[in-house]
């Protein structure tokens, strides 16, 4: 029996012997990516119980009504202050360095957001995470295997973000129910759009760090990306959905 070989198939079976690997890897930084954001997650909803069941420690950052108190106000700004840390500093940055920062950055906004439990009731507030999370899912999922190029959408969904940043500190002053809920539609909205856009930007970013010492730190920054999209689409839907103590 002869033992000779195509050529033409063997020159296929490596192609999709590396495409395999190359998926393989893919799936692999996909998934730590959820896994680092998921913990994220989870620390902080640990820290915002943690801080609003013991009332020492709640009335170290917010007084009686919820308003912040300095402390407050630093345990608020710290999150912004973090993400420029970690977007300037990424080149500079170990990996580990990185990690430390995105769970400092979560556990700080445990802080903020252990308000919200002074604000709605708990059955309403695990209603609205599971809807979140559902929903975060489904539309990661759409932006991971989705063909079409959603490149142009999230040029548009950037700009819609501005939008109403602006029309969020504007409110502050005039006060304007009609323009806080314009503001929550708006934007349940486009952080649902920006998951999936987000998603295929992640996947896309593969491409171009894989075998790489960045690799690692994309994962981190991707899981801190996906992060803030899954904790404003909560925001935003507990203002609808959540029932005020």
Known sequence: MANNVDPRLAAFRAQAQGDAGFDAGLRSYMLSIYNYMASGVLLTGIVALLVYSTPALFAVFFNQVGSPTILGWVAMLSPLAIILAMNFGLNRMSETSLKGLFWGFAALMGVSMSVIFARYTGASIAQTFFVTAASFAGLSLYGYTTKKDLSAMGRFLM???????????????????????????????????????????????????????????????????????????????????????
């Open 159 to 245: 700009m819609g973000l501005i939008g109403i940043i602006v029309a969020s500190i504007a409110n502050i002053f005039i006060g304007s129910s009609g323009l806080q809920l314009a503001v929550n539609i708006l934007g349940v909205l486009i952080f649902a759009g920006l998951t999936a856009y987000d998603t295929q930007r992640l996947r896309e970013m593969y491409y171009q760090v894989a075998g790489t010492e960045f690799a690692g730190k994309f994962a981190v920054m991707g899981a801190l990306t996906l992060y803030l999209n899954f904790i404003n689409l909560f925001q935003f839907l507990l203002s609808f959905m959540g029932n005020r103590d």
